[in-house]
């Protein structure tokens, strides 16, 4: 499928927006990978879904990035968005750090979130099991942590990426700028914040939290925080599977979102 490609004005930044397939509105925020363009993943999801996959500020062609310099200002830039776009409550899928939007959105502003789905969200921090080092890591280390499968394609371009001049200027481009828009929120205190374990409580959506069982980026023990902290939360785990279930397991993280969602 071959998403509408839109551009939002909203006071003043432009958002870069895909949208496509039929059904009820899905909101779908992203992670700092690939899963900002159009996937196998949302293809699945747009099935049953018009699914409205927006580029966070400084990611993609999204811009103002620049006015951002913590969680609640994408937190009250989604709120805004969803206004503009006259969408009502709806269900929300986040991947790591779209994830930890999502849950504050929705601890936030619990009204405008019908269901919630949480896929290796970051946002917590538990001292016992840190996060691995996101902005300090080479490009291979990251592979490391974030793919259980070494050989997918972009776990194997990340290996690549010892040598630059082996890398696709665009991939390497898009990477670097993903990690400079994520430290506005991420860098200190590192990607979590410190009052949102507490916020939780607050969440009034039904909650699917979805956990790749090899993240070495945010252990498991992160998804069974995030269950155990929502009300009525459940997890499930995938299994053969790292911190980014659209991309290394979109099949089964369709699945198993469109069961919940469809319930």
């Given at each position: 499928m071959t998403p509408e490609r839109r551009t939002v004005a909203l006071d003043g930044r432009g958002v870069r927006l895909l949208v496509g397939g039929s059904g009820p509105p899905l909101l779908y925020l992203h992670s700092l990978g690939g899963d900002v363009e159009w996937l196998e993943a949302h293809d699945q999801l747009a099935r049953r879904f018009t699914v409205h996959l927006p580029a966070h500020p400084g990611f993609a062609e999204s811009t103002g990035v620049e006015d951002v310099d913590g969680m609640f200002d994408y937190v009250l830039h989604y709120v805004d968005l969803l206004g503009a776009l006259r969408l009502p409550a709806l269900p929300v899928v986040g991947t790591s750090l779209g994830g930890w939007i999502g849950a504050e959105l929705a601890a936030l502003y619990p009204e405008r979130v019908a269901r919630l789905v949480l896929v290796d969200a970051v946002g917590l921090w538990i001292d016992a099991a840190p996060i691995g080092e996101l902005f300090g890591s080479t490009p291979p280390e990251l592979a490391r942590m974030i793919f259980h499968d070494q050989q997918h394609p972009i776990a194997q371009m990340m290996h690549a990426m010892t040598n630059l001049s082996e890398v696709p200027e665009d991939f390497a481009y898009a990477q670097l700028k993903a990690l400079e828009a994520a430290a506005r929120v991420g860098w200190n205190p590192y990607l979590h914040d410190p009052k949102l374990e507490r916020?939780?409580?607050?969440?009034?959506?039904?909650?699917?939290?979805?956990?790749?069982?090899?993240?070495?980026?945010?252990?498991?023990?992160?998804?069974?925080?995030?269950?155990?902290?929502?009300?009525?939360?459940?997890?499930?785990v995938i299994e053969r599977c790292g911190h980014l279930p659209p991309i290394e397991r979109p099949a089964d993280f369709a699945a198993r979102t469109l069961d919940f969602l469809s319930a």
């Open positions: 916020r939780l409580g607050r969440v009034t959506a039904p909650t699917l939290v979805l956990w790749g069982r090899q993240d070495g980026l945010v252990p498991l023990v992160y998804g069974e925080r995030y269950r155990d902290r929502i009300p009525g939360a459940r997890l499930e």
